[in-house]
């Protein structure tokens, strides 16, 4: 099952600048895709979230943009910091599933050098 | 903020032996989830539960597992007779209805020996 894809599995960034996370997702039903950010030994924890009907979403240093024709989401970090550096998970729901069923992607371990 | 809880933390098992991974939800949340990730690999839907009964379920969840609302805060996952592949993180997660973010615990991580 990989109805959503985190093809990199890690990303090396200079404190500074911007992270670029990416993800992709086959199933046209997901209607809300949410980025979670995960520390070692720790539960995901909620980032930021768009609706299918946006394009983008901004909350301060992080704003997910989402393309449905391509189905394709990103995350942007601006500026990146040594505290970013965590796996981040890209998540759908929807897709015909149970209510907030969330199905995930790989995960991509984002690396802030200072 | 409210979080959910989760307990034990770890947990060390013997193949074949039965393990109960607690989780206590966000009060007024509605709706709970129970997923786990293997090492190195991507966090996988379990089950999901609603009104005291399973919505929806993976093919992972098998006989061997089963989950309870026994009182009006706990949350648990069971695993009738642990295999060795049941070793991974698991995490509770629960949502308030009407909103989408959904709220995980800190895990329990589980090995099986």
């Known amino acids: 099952d990989q109805q959503v894809k985190q093809n990199s599995p890690s990303l090396s960034v200079q404190e500074g600048r911007i992270s670029i996370l990416n993800c992709d997702y086959t199933?046209?039903?997901?209607?809300?895709f949410l980025w979670y950010k995960k520390y070692p030994a720790e539960g995901p924890t909620f980032l930021i979230s768009?609706?299918?009907?946006?394009d983008k979403n901004e909350d301060g240093r992080f704003t997910v943009f989402l393309n449905k024709s391509a189905k394709h989401l990103s995350l942007h970090i601006v500026p990146s910091q040594p505290g970013d550096s965590a796996v981040y998970f890209c998540a759908a729901l929807g897709g015909g599933t149970s209510y907030g069923k969330l199905t995930f992607g790989q995960g991509t371990i984002l690396t802030v050098h200072p | 903020e409210p979080e959910v809880t989760q307990t034990p933390s770890h947990q060390v098992t013997q193949m074949g032996q039965e393990v109960i991974l607690r989780c206590v939800p966000i009060?007024?949340?509605?709706?709970f989830y129970w997923y786990r990730q293997i090492l190195g690999q991507k966090v996988e839907f379990l089950v999901s539960f609603y009104n005291n009964e399973i919505s929806e379920k993976s093919e992972i969840f098998d006989d061997q597992f089963s989950v309870e609302r026994p009182d009006g805060s706990n949350f648990t996952l069971k695993i009738r007779s642990t295999k060795l592949e049941d070793s991974a993180m698991y995490f509770c997660?629960?949502?308030?209805?009407?909103?989408?973010?959904?709220?995980f615990g800190p895990g329990t991580r589980l090995l099986v020996l």
């Open positions: 997660a629960s949502l308030t209805s009407g909103q989408w973010t959904q709220y």
């Open positions: 768009i609706s299918s009907i946006k």
């Open positions: 009060s007024n949340h509605l709706y």
């Open positions: 199933n046209s039903m997901f209607d809300y």
